[in-house]
């Protein structure tokens, strides 16, 4: 009985101490931690690093971060690979784990091709290209798209926003790939070069494939797979668009419509029908019923379109609903159509095969042909609905200008629109840098300025948030305009010449741009054989314009300039104008520099040179240039011309029916004296509804008009539109003495209105000899009225421009 008992009690211990150590046991697993180890090779970092105790099921994010110019070249977790992530996290830790990063800056240059264009028509065509990048991705998203243009080799600095050529959409890609994009807005029958490019991940630059040519069809043929041949009987092509709108409330009438357009090369002849469809499950195999078809008119060719619509009151659920146009009830057309598919059985519908073509109904949201749309009934609100601009506008190295259009509010006022931004990755968003504009429902634009660096492509998608949540966009890529230089050309000088004698014409050329030239480039003076029209800044209408023969320039940093220059003489005398073109060579060449700021439109090779067409920023204005005769030759005796007498005076008399005047130079010409019977006589052409201005300056001086008017009927002769006030300034001021004829007072500047043909007179105090100071009136020997001084003595004067030599001397005397 004594050993059962201690039997009985050695067990009862033995079970109790079992027991607490099994508490114990349990305790310290519950609370007990586990070890992860990561390490980073070199070209990175991880974080946290080491040894790193994490608590029982708990979780544990780590971050590898790459240094500057290396990337993520693999993760391992536990001996196994997940690849070049950026992040990951333990969960549920209830062992031990590693985790180490490797990196790399070994870069291995990709191959692209371009492969052979298919598909061509007389504006569009498809092209492929492949990459094989050894690196296989660089360890992120790679992007790749096309560029062409009709110079060979184009690339995407020669391409963007070019007349004749373009980029079209980015391709965003993980590693090496393949990839296709449709060119469009071609120029029928033109020859085109198109190359694939490829940006790799983290930007490691630009790498283009081969050049490949095409030909656009011809208007009137079509590609038949191999090449372009005549095109079949033209006929319509008829397709109805997606219907709106997509939301509506319980009970409550709503009207949906849709947009039939024909597409085709034919008008439709005449009436067509067209149906909706309602269909309450997303199969769209039974349950589908057709409303009353409705007739509607013709359509026109090449995108005429008509809207059609239809009125439902739904109960609440979503419904799907569709327009098929020129079809009836039975689904059977009236129109024959080009493109016709056999069998036409679209899904969820009953076309007979043979009867009807599958674009005949709606494309849904996404494009896809017979779709259905969806539309929600409901009262509750729903994030907006938004859309992106397809395109980039004012674009420059660091900014642009995108936008979009809040389609719906959603039920809710729209508290926060704008567009957001990222570099290659994922889609943007909120979270993401993005700008914030005023404003509910309806489009809108965005400026995204502080873009770095030049050249970057960037992503965007409209946004607009309500109290429900933020809706997005699509998704558009743009790219900022790359460092690039920006020639524009200066006024042109001299303003005067003398016929016969050679002369530099010179102008600046300045890099406005943000890079420098970095290559030769031509530039070319234009003379114009008439003067500048102030209503045109360009030479007066019928002027012959000729281009002198091409120079050659060199670099230029940015915004720094350099002179360019031409020897030229004139044959003839009259009134000219002149301007110099940077980065041409004659008015049909389009420039070798690309350059960031362009003006559309651009100048096509063989085009014109502005004003009208043309890179307005690379021609200077149009300047204009006097060229008089030598003064020290010829005779008087010419009637064809205006002689520089050796004073340089014309005097008028006997003018004749408004058109013509006798004159006579006064001085000596070569040793032979112009005397009054080497009168000569000029005819000048007064352009319809103008009046002359006939200016005669006494003394040293000039005078210059605002505006310029035209200066083709003499040296001191311009042609003003009747009514115009003039402004006339005489310079220099210090020496100016007073205005007479048609012109008064003695203030420097004075004007006068051309409502009749008008003479103005500017007189300036002598220069020279001892006529230099006070208010008395002076006489010499031929009774010009000069400045002169009190003295006793005889002087040599300078009498109306005209020096009085030692034989014309006089006495002096004055009245008050």
Known sequence: MKNKFFKVLILVVFVLVGSFYLGLNNKAYSTSTSIITATAGAGGSISPSGIKYVNWRAEQ????????????????????????????????????????????????????????????????????????????????????????????????????????????????????????????????????????FFIPFLNRGVFYGNDVTFKTCSVGTIWNGTTCVASVTPSPDLTAKAVTPTKAVPGVSKTFSSTISNIGDKSVSGSISHLFQLDNDEDHTSGVTTNTVTSTSSIAEDGGNITVSQSYKFTAGTKYIRVCADNNASFVSAVPEANNITPPNPPGGSIPPGTGEMNNCSFDLNGDAFGWTKVIVNNLTSIPAV??????????????????????????????????????????????????????????????????????????????????GTGYGSLVKCITRPLSPDLTAGATSPTTATRGVQFNLIATVLNIGTAPVGKEFSNFFQVANRPVDPATNAPVAGATIDDLSPSTMGNIPANLSDIAQKSHSFSSSGSYSVRVCADKASSIDGGSVPEANNITPPNPPGGPIPPGTGEMNNCGPWTNINVGNTSASGACSSPAEHYKCAPGSISENNKENDNSWTWTCRGSLSGESCSEDKKGKTTRKRIPGYEFLDITIVGAGTVALDPTGVNDCGIYCYQFPSGTTVKLSASPSSSFFSWSEDCSGTNPSTSIQMNGDKKCTATFSVVGGACGATPKHYFCADGKDVGGTSETQQWVWFCGGERCVEQKKAPWYYED
């Open 387 to 468: 859309a992106t601009n397809p395109l980039c506008s004012d674009i420059t190295i660091n900014s642009l200008t995108s936008g979009g259009n809040v389609i719906s509010d959603g039920g809710a006022a729209i508290t926060a629109r704008g567009v957001a931004y990222n570099k290659i990755g994922g889609a943007p968003t909120i979270l993401n840098k993005h700008t914030t504009e005023l404003g509910t429902a309806g489009p809108f634009t965005s400026k995204i300025t502080g873009l770095t660096p030049p050249g970057t492509l960037y992503q965007i998608r409209a946004y607009a948030t309500n109290s429900v």
């Open 61 to 196: 994010t780590y971050t590898i971060i790459p240094a500057p110019s290396f990337y993520i070249l693999d993760v391992i977790v536990d001996g196994s690979s997940i690849g070049p992530e950026s992040s990951y996290t333990f969960q549920n830790v209830v062992t031990n784990h590693t985790i180490s990063a490797t990196f790399s800056d070994v870069f291995a240059v990709p191959t692209v091709t371009t492969n052979p264009v298919t598909d061509i028509t007389e504006t569009t065509a498809i092209v492929g290209a492949s990459v094989d990048d050894a690196s296989g991705g660089l360890g992120g998203l790679n992007s790749g798209g096309f560029v062409w243009d009709i110079n060979e080799n184009p690339t995407l600095e020669t391409s963007i926003g070019m007349a004749w050529g373009g980029v079209t959409e980015v391709h965003i890609f993980p590693g090496p790939s393949s990839f296709a994009s449709q060119m469009t807005e071609l120029q029928p029958d033109t020859l085109y070069h198109v190359r694939a």
